[in-house]
């Protein structure tokens, strides 16, 4: 292999290098963005806990400042509009949390979904690289990933470029038998009109044979006349 070929094949082994490592951070700020978000759920678990137990004692408290309203309404029924009015308040705050507890759930769902499917992705990529590396223990000829990939990207592209090419040789193979079709067509009907015309001059030359004949044939019968006659003159003047 010559200096100038050991050098195109590094400039192609480079960029395909280059993607590789690219790829490879990809896949690192995927899990580092994976950990983040494992991280984040977990502070947002918490903090669901953390506010479901605050639920909990606001609702024994409101359970037990309903008793303290019913007390205070029986003492008091003057007081009963006010004591209506916090009770659709706690209830209105009830409800707002209680949706505020629900749409938590759903974020949290959503987030345990992504992870999953990050995760499911990440392990994709594992399974790639895993395969990789189990071809380069049964093989001396690649020493790393980056130049079986390389190799498999060359022999890829040689063999859609050898597709092309059949593709287009079938082309101009297919357009070369129609032409031909189309010559031999074409001959054929000059052919035919040759053979029309020439069978027409040979009707036209057995009719002047024809003639020739019978003009020779009463030229022959003028001449025997002629003859006959001279000789008929002859033995008069004999």
Do not use: C
Request: proline letters at 0%; a negative charge.
């Amino acid at each position: 292999m010559t200096t100038q070929d050991s050098s195109d094949k590094k400039e192609v082994l480079e960029p395909s290098s280059q993607r590789f490592v690219d790829k490879k951070k990809e896949v690192a700020e995927v899990q580092a963005a994976l950990d983040i978000q494992k991280e984040e759920f977990v502070l947002q678990e918490g903090e669901l806990r953390h506010r479901e137990d605050i639920l909990r004692r606001k609702d024994l408290e409101l359970q037990e400042s309903l008793v303290k309203f019913n007390r205070f309404l029986q003492d008091n029924n003057s007081k009963r509009s006010d004591a209506e009015r916090k009770h659709l308040q706690v209830k209105r705050e009830r409800e707002y949390k209680e949706q505020e507890i629900h749409r938590l759930a759903e974020s949290l769902e959503t987030l345990k979904n992504e992870g999953i499917e990050k995760e499911s992705l990440l392990e994709k990529h594992r399974k790639y690289e895993e395969f990789l590396n189990s071809v380069l223990e049964r093989t001396d000829e690649y020493k790393e990933i980056k130049f079986l990939v390389e190799r498999w990207k060359i022999l890829k592209d040689t063999g859609d470029q050898l597709r092309r090419q059949t593709e287009e040789s079938t082309l101009r193979t297919e357009s070369q038998s129609k032409s031909m079709q189309k010559y031999m067509e074409e001959k054929n009907i000059e052919i035919l009109n040759y053979n029309n015309i020439v069978a027409s001059l040979q009707n036209r030359l057995e009719a002047r044979m024809d003639g020739l004949l019978q003009g020779e044939n009463a030229a022959e019968e003028r001449s025997k006349s002629i003859l006959m006659h001279n000789l008929e003159a002859s033995q008069i003047k004999m």
